[in-house]
């Protein structure tokens, strides 16, 4: 019994001295490797020595993309490991303890940079870095930086354009020879992970981008005496072009057909003319806004107007060229009226009138020596009453006179109704001359505007 319990004591003071140990492993660990560690000494054990990192870089979000500013803000996930020669142990010495976890302000680190950045922010959960540290110095570090890098954007697609973004990652301040980056690995691709060690996926997706493509090259870049490691990343990044087609094209196309249907509805008289000008005009206003919206999202350079831009500009034109023609047409149109034009043949050909071809010719004059011929022939003073008496011919002669007097006054009458007549054909003769003239114009310029938009955006 006392044997036993001697047993158990023992085996439990055991188990307390190993459990004791087991913590201190890690404590001990620290305590070797930092007796002489200076953080800012490249960790190689000679100086002619060459450090060399593995990087890994992921797209994990498009923030924002900025085109006036000519810049991208990503969300990246990096990876970078690298061997510190002053950082190891023997397990065997440490109860076989092989991995510890050490801050980021104790070791040395790489000053890896992205060489395009404009600002960049580390994104932590916590207010300390934790880094894993092997026994053989393997050092492996996560970080999530939000970067906004500068990208030169080719915007005369837009909206239907693909970006192509640098990510410039470098070494500020080791040479060639001290420090080397290696792409952890050797292809990036866009397909999911698919357990291939010398894969590294991206996840990268936006609402109005799409990642179309991801690479990464090692380059040597030389400045003077210096070589510098880098490795340049390039992001493709593909617009969907939805939200424009939704916002601008359509509309922009459908304002500029009502405008012209607007302007060139036949049957309009002159007042109701004005008013489509009217119209016109509120739709070169509408549009010259879409355009504004257009060009404030893109940057001034010297590619000048975009896609979508050339676009609503040819709208505006064909809008413009609408109400231009419209104008002449007022002014032939209302010319023709008050100047009292003769229309020309073409235009009872066009006007469709082909039938009363002949009443066009005839001018107020030619009608009533007509009907003056005609009066003529039915007036008493014909040869059957040659054979009648004095009385007769004195009743007849004042009949006579005033049944000239009556003549005269029908004939100015006739006359006056003759030429209102005229005009009042003449007029409408004009009338569907230019009514039909709008309507070849309603066509055609329909048909422009969708041919060009075809031809601008098909
Ligand atoms: C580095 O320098 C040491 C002497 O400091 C020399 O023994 C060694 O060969 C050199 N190594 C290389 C790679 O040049
Ligand atoms: C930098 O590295 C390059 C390539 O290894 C080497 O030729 C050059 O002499 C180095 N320059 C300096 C200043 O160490
Ligand atoms: C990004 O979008 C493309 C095309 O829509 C799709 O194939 C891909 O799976 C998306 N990627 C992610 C990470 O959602």
Avoid at 34 to 49: A, H
Avoid at 80 to 88: E, S
Avoid at 397 to 405: G, R, T
Avoid at 417 to 423: A, G, I, R, S, Y
Wanted: a negative charge; aromatic letters at 12%.
């Amino acid at each position: 019994m006392l044997h036993q319990f001697y047993r158990l004591s023992y085996f439990s003071v055991l188990f307390v001295i190993i459990s004791v140990v087991c913590g201190n492993n890690e404590r001990n660990v620290m305590d070797a490797i930092f007796r002489n560690y200076r953080k800012t000494v490249r960790p190689v054990l000679e100086q002619n020595l060459t450090l060399h990192i593995d990087y890994e870089l992921r797209v994990y979000n498009i923030i924002s993309v900025d085109e006036p500013d000519q810049h991208v803000t990503f969300l990246l996930w990096t990876v970078r490991t690298w061997k510190d020669q002053f950082l190891t142990w023997d397990p065997k010495d440490f109860d076989g303890c092989t991995t510890v976890k050490v801050t980021s302000d104790q070791i040395w680190l790489p000053d890896i940079y992205l060489l395009n950045t404009l600002d960049i922010e580390s994104i932590s959960l916590t207010d300390t870095d934790y880094i894993d540290l092997s026994y053989d110095g393997q050092i492996r570090q996560l970080r999530k930086l939000k970067a906004q890098l500068s990208c030169v954007m080719a915007i005369g697609e837009f909206p239907f354009d693909t970006q192509i973004c640098p990510i410039t990652v470098g070494l500020w301040a080791y040479n060639y020879s001290e420090l080397i980056l290696h792409l952890r690995f050797p292809v990036v691709g866009l397909a999911p992970y698919n357990g291939d060690p010398n894969f590294a996926p991206i996840m990268g997706n936006n609402s109005e981008f799409e990642t179309v493509s991801f690479t990464g090259v090692e380059v040597t870049s030389k400045v003077g005496l210096f070589s510098y490691s880098e490795l340049h990343y390039s992001i493709g990044l593909k617009r969907r072009p939805a939200y424009y087609i939704f916002v601008v094209l359509i509309p922009s196309y459908l304002l500029t057909s009502l405008c012209i249907i607007g302007i060139f509805t036949p049957n309009s008289n002159i007042n109701e003319r004005n008013e489509r000008v009217t119209l016109g005009l509120t739709t070169l206003l509408f549009m010259a806004v879409i355009l504004n919206i257009v060009a404030d999202q893109m940057p001034k350079g010297k590619e000048g107007l975009p896609l979508l831009g050339i676009f609503v500009l040819y709208e505006i034109g064909i809008c413009a060229l609408a109400i231009v023609l419209s104008t002449f047409i007022i002014i032939f149109h209302q010319r023709s009226l008050t100047r009292d034009w003769k229309p020309p043949a073409f235009c009872f050909w066009i006007s469709g009138v082909r039938t009363s071809k002949n009443n066009c010719g005839v001018s107020p004059a030619n009608i009533t020596r007509n009907r003056a011929l005609a009066y003529e022939r039915v007036s008493p003073d014909g040869s059957a009453n040659r054979v009648i008496d004095k009385n007769v011919e004195r009743q007849t002669a004042l009949l006579q006179s005033v049944c000239s007097m009556f003549q005269g006054a029908i004939e100015s009458t006739e006359k006056r109704l003759q030429e209102d007549e005229v005009k009042k054909y003449r007029e409408l003769i004009w009338l569907t001359f230019f009514d039909t003239i709008d309507l070849v114009l309603l066509i055609l310029l329909l048909l422009l505007n969708t041919l060009i938009s075809y031809i601008l955006l098909g």
